[in-house]
């Protein structure tokens, strides 16, 4: 067995930086995808609310990575808005309490971490896979991670197998009709649009690809 | 695609809203006052012990709402997000504290996705301070079917009407279970159904939501600048008030003879003078639906930026509706009797 490489606060730091570069990098393009089925804010509602989580965190070095994750909840939750607040800060504060006070986590904990988000975002926004939310991104990423950690891969590999399904969800929104959010409003004529949620969450998935690339 | 060029008056789009509400404050010094770190609007004299008060909140944009109805006899405090995005959670708390006079605090919600989630962690943290909370969600808008298919109605003139009728029986010293069921009692009595001519553009976007060719009408617009339920050729106002009364009076289903409260809104770029051919039609058709309006109100009250267009909204009066809707109420944009 390889030595599982140790994942802490400086791998949870870097994944949000990995964030925001990506959405403000994506800002128009999201706006975009979001003026054709929504109202044209998802790309400043996160750009806006991962900034602030950066800067929450910039103080916070030293401390568990859980309790980083509950910060950038909390942050997200004061700062977005919209749906997309409440549901990305409610799965990261779930997602950090999993880890409590724990210095470290490992590949199996990560897929607990991820879990916990999923379950709490599904709990909040009462959607199903196949609503064309972002669920339809953040679910088979996760089934994908916990297969691939449970077959042995390393974070990182297993992430990027992950952060491809999380892709492959997102596109699969394309034909979808929305029953969720402002999009369900177009009825029929959501349909052929790709949904802003899930492709902001492919990026956040290829983010904490390449922060925990990084860590080890 | 013509794009069009963004026309506003602004320093920096960033900055939209916190100036606009600063301008709001300096014009009413008498009625409200505008909290910046706390980004919420207060009525002048808030908290007022033993008074149920009233709060909403919902992205910027759908001016005078909500900002424009604090004051005597509607909102106590508005907490207005970034335009067309909830605020949140953090807003509605703050001014759940400012305006509690301990008698217990109504949230009055449109149902939007963000704004009925943000509403709701922020009643459980009010609820952990000890504050007695009461949110009812406005779903009016009949272009939107409420079925397991949508996010369910939209809450778009109700709003306006549940406000200013509420805020009524609160500042009659109504209790929070009476003040509730009011606001939940116009909800159920009301329906609307919105029209778009033209799109409307977000400062921090820039460009319109969508593009709409000359000669198209989107029937079926929310307040958030989003194309309808369907596009049709442009008829005449007559026609375009037909598919309106059609739409809002086969849902709401008012006995023959009910007296009626309508509100023509204009969306922001639509000018009075239409507003006001469009009311001739709607009374005609009222009247020959066998309803009557004895009242109206007519004007910009819940837009959608410049978007041009228009939203019918019918409220089903009763005796005590309407003695509400007489009441006295003095707020920027709303005021009688007071
Ligand atoms: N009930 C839900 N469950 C899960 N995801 C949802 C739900 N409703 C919306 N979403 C996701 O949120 C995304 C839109 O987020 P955005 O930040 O644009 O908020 P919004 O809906 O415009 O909020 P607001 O109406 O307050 O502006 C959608 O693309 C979708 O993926
Ligand atoms: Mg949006």
Redesign the interface.
Known sequence: MPIEQALNGATVISWMREIESSVRAQRDYL?QLD?AI????HG??VT?GFASVVEALNGEKDAPPGRLLILAGRTL???????????WGSALRSGGRVLGDSPTFDGQQLVEVLAAALASIKE??AAAPGDKTMVDALEPAVDKLRGEVAAGAQPAAALASAAAAAEAGMEATVPL?A????A????E?SIGHQDPGATSTALILRALERAVAASS | MAETKMRKFMNDPANVVKESLAGLAAAHPNLLRYDSAAQIVVRKDAPKQGKVALISGGGSGHEPLHGGFVGLGMLDAACPGEVFTSPVPDQMLAATKAVDGGAGVVHIVKNYTGDVMNFKMAAEDAADDGIKVSAIVIDDDVAVQDSLYTAGRRGVGATVLAEKIAGAAAESGADLTTVSDTVKRVNERARSFGVALSSCIPPAAGKPIFDLPEGEIELGIGIHGEPGRRRAQLGSAAEVVDVMVEAVMSDLKPSRGSQVLAFVNGMGGTPLIELYLLYAEVDRKLRAAGVEPVRNLIGDYITSLEMAGASLTVLHLDDDLLRLWDAPVHTPGLRWGA
């Open positions: 706006t003026s929504g109202d044209g804010d400043t509602n806006r939750v004061s700062t977005v808005g919209g749906a997309s607040g409440p549901l909040l926004g009709q029953r969720k959010g402002r369900s409003y177009l009825g004529r």
